[in-house]
């Protein structure tokens, strides 16, 4: 199919999957077209990155599918996760308002399929429409909020209970639970990507996931973990 219908069908998807944010789900279909005129669908490959720490704000992604790892890395290299993204985050906002270089970078961890909108047209956008505006700014403070406990549970927890709120984390945001009470976390993790998120070297990863999946805490399946008891690891993260 192409031509108008076509375009009316995509653009009709699109805002469909839009207002499934809390960012736009207030706003009248009208007001969604106008923002997708100045939008851009761009796909990104498993592993490609989107934008590296220091590159200029440019613009904003809206993900409509697909996950996306943010890391900051230290003066040594060190990289630290501080958060996995997924449908319908917003990555990049903070460019938006201030126009300084990105503060962490982004890469694709599976194929991310995403709306790119310059950093000129969302201003014009949020100039029109103050909630929208309002509500990235308290998205900002909660993404800040747990940044701070993430850099708080790296500083002062010893191993297991710093491995087992990063899992709890991971399983808040991207798991759902089985009718028996496990909670599985919907997103392949390498060790690597999971001991960067929670301050640890991949190899004290790898001896406390083995221990814990003997006790029957979890389950690791091609890259997938499963929190078999998340009461008790959750104990444990308050050790």
Not at 90 to 103: A, H, I, K, N, T
Request: with cysteine; hydrophobic share 40%.
């Amino acid at each position: 199919m192409s031509g108008p219908t076509a375009k009316h069908g995509s653009t009709a998807s699109l805002i469909w999957e839009l207002k499934r944010h809390p960012f736009f789900e207030a706003l009248s279909d009208d007001k969604l077209e106008g923002l997708l005129s100045a939008a851009r669908p761009v796909v990104f490959p498993a592993r490609k990155q989107i934008f590296a720490q220091g590159d200029e704000s440019d613009c904003v992604y809206i993900i409509l599918s697909g996950r996306v790892k943010i890391s900051s890395f230290s003066d040594a290299g060190k990289e630290t996760v501080l958060a996995f993204m997924g449908e319908s985050d917003v990555l990049g906002e903070m460019g938006v308002f201030d126009g300084g270089p990105r503060s962490a970078a982004a890469n694709a961890l599976q194929e991310t399929r995403a709306l790119k909108l310059y950093r000129r047209d969302v201003l014009d956008f949020l100039e029109r429409n103050h909630g929208v505006a309002l509500q990235i700014i308290a998205a900002l403070c909660t993404r800040l909020r747990h940044t701070n406990f993430l850099l708080e549970d790296i500083a002062t927890l010893p191993a297991g209970p710093r491995l087992a709120r990063a899992l709890l984390r991971l399983g808040e945001h991207y798991g759902h639970k089985d009718d028996d009470g496990a909670l599985c976390i919907d997103m392949k993790l390498s060790q690597g990507n999971l001991g960067a998120h929670a301050g640890l070297m991949r190899e004290n990863v790898n001896r406390q996931l083995k221990l814990w999946e003997t006790q029957g805490l979890v389950r690791q399946d091609a890259g997938v973990i499963t929190i078999l008891q998340p009461e008790t690891l959750k104990h444990i993260g308050e050790e």
